[in-house]
Nanobody
């Protein structure tokens, strides 16, 4: 069993940056791909980014390419989402998920999920 806890969310102004963390406990993170998802009020949850178990493969949704980066530190059992040049449309609850499968952009395809952290970008 893997427990995931996100942190690092907050309120920032347009153009600023935030770095989210997804910390795992209960089992080592190694061997799991990790995805980041977000859900804005009144909208469906959407895929944001993912990193594979090796850290060599990354995937991003088009709207965040060039602005967001994803990395992992398996020694710390943590995956990070660096978000730069934030925009009001990035406002959402951001959640991480871990799973053995690579390449999926569907939240429910992952095996473990965090509760999420709120990111609010003011204009």
């Amino acid at each position: 069993q893997v427990q995931l806890v996100e942190s690092g969310g907050g309120l920032v102004q347009t153009g600023n940056s935030l770095k989210l963390s997804c910390a795992a406990s209960g089992r080592a993170f190694g061997g799991y791909a990790v995805g980041w998802f977000r859900q804005a009020p009144g909208k469906e949850r959407e895929f944001v980014a993912a990193i594979d178990w090796s850290g060599l493969k990354r995937d991003f949704t088009d709207s965040v390419k060039g602005r967001f980066a994803v990395s992992r530190d398996d020694a710390e059992n943590t995956v990070y989402l660096q978000m730069n040049d934030l925009k009001p449309e990035d406002t959402a609850v951001y959640s991480c998920a871990a799973g053995r499968q690579w390449g999926t952009k569907t939240f429910n395809d992952y095996d473990y999920w965090g509760q999420g952290t709120q990111v609010t970008v003011s204009s």
